[in-house]
């Protein structure tokens, strides 16, 4: 059974940083392609970045890019996103993705 699961959220300050991590199971993420989506109350959900594990290439929103970074641990099966200088407009829930199957989702505030 696929499943995905995020963790890493919370409340920071505007200028912080969080670490979201979405562990994978039912599944090697070598092959696949995994990304990072969000959605923040009453908007409709975005895509935020992907990584390609067959070749490594990674994509970014231009919303997040130069302070977004995703990477993987193939070891741990698990995709992180590491999120720096934080703004209010990145307060949501941010899910990770893999074909059709989406995690829970973890709340990420960021107070001004």
């Known amino acids: 059974e696929v499943q995905l699961v995020e963790s890493g959220g919370g409340l920071v300050q505007a200028g912080g940083s969080l670490k979201l991590s979405c562990a994978a199971s039912g599944f090697r993420i070598d092959d696949f392609a995994i990304g990072w989506f969000r959605q923040a109350p009453g908007k409709e959900r975005e895509g935020v970045s992907c990584i390609s594990m067959y070749d490594g290439i990674t994509t970014y929103a231009d919303s997040v890019k130069g302070r977004f970074t995703i990477s993987s641990d193939s070891a741990k099966n698990t995709v992180y996103l590491q999120m720096n200088s934080l703004k209010p407009e990145d307060t949501a829930v941010y899910y990770c993705?893999?074909?059709?199957?989406w995690g829970q989702g973890t709340q990420v505030t960021v107070s001004s």
């Open positions: 993705n893999y074909m059709s199957y």
